[in-house]
C-alpha cells in the first residue's frame, strides 16, 4: 500500500520522540466563493451528482446512476464524470472553477486508493491516477477534490444542487494532499 499512497515503499523507523522530524503539513483556504460560474460534483458509489451556479445560484443539478465498482475500463470512469461536467457547463455563460469529493486517498487532485475504481486492474491503474488532472485540463479551468465529512456528504446527499454550494461555502483548512 505504501508503493500506492506514496510512490515509494513505506517504512517505520524506530526512534525516540525528540527525534520525530517535525510536521510539514500546511493548510489552504478553500471555499467562500460564490461569485463567477462554478461547477459541483460527488462521486458516489451508486450514483454522481453534478450541479452549476451561477453568482451562488443553482442553475442546473442532476444525479446520475453508475455503477463505478464494477467497471474495469478506465475510460468508463472519465467518460461517465466528464459528460457530466460539459453538462453543467452547458447551463454555464463560462466556467471558473470545479470542485467536489470523492471518497479515496487523493494526493495533489491524483488518485493513490479509491473504492471507485477497485475493480480497474493494476496494469491500468496509471489511466485512474491522473483522472481529475485530465478532466482539470480538458476543462481548461482550476478543479479540486475535496474532502467531505460524514455531516456534508449527508447534505450532498440531500440535494444534488448542494454539492456546489458546498463547495462555495466550506471555509475550513484544507491539506493540499486532500485536494
Known amino acids: 500500500m505504501g508503493d500506492d499512497v506514496y510512490e515509494r515503499r513505506f517504512t517505520v523507523i524506530p526512534c525516540e520522540p525528540s527525534e520525530v522530524p517535525v510536521a510539514q503539513e500546511c493548510g489552504q483556504l478553500l471555499g467562500r466563493h460564490l461569485d463567477g460560474c462554478r461547477i459541483g460534483f460527488d462521486l458516489g458509489a451508486s450514483d454522481y451528482k453534478v450541479a ?35 453538462r453543467a457547463a452547458s447551463f454555464l455563460p463560462r466556467v471558473d472553477a470545479i470542485g467536489g ?15 471507485l475504481f477497485r475493480n480497474v486492474p493494476s496494469e491500468r491503474y496509471d489511466a485512474v491516477r491522473d483522472l481529475l488532472l485530465r478532466i482539470r485540463n480538458e476543462m481548461g479551468v482550476p478543479l479540486w477534490r475535496l474532502s467531505t465529512t460524514a455531516k456534508s456528504r449527508h447534505l450532498l446527499d440531500r440535494s444534488p444542487c448542494m454539492i456546489t454550494e458546498f463547495s462555495a ?3 475550513d483548512r484544507v491539506r493540499p494532499g486532500d485536494m
Open 101 to 115: 469529493s470523492a471518497a479515496g486517498i487523493y494526493v495533489d487532485n491524483k488518485v493513490r486508493i479509491a473504492s
Open 52 to 86: 452549476a451556479v451561477i453568482e451562488g445560484k443553482c442553475v442546473f443539478s442532476e444525479e446520475v446512476v453508475w455503477e463505478p465498482g464494477v467497471q474495469s475500463d478506465p475510460d468508463y470512469h472519465y467518460r461517465e464524470i466528464i459528460s457530466g461536467l460539459r
Open 169 to 171: 461555502l466550506r471555509s
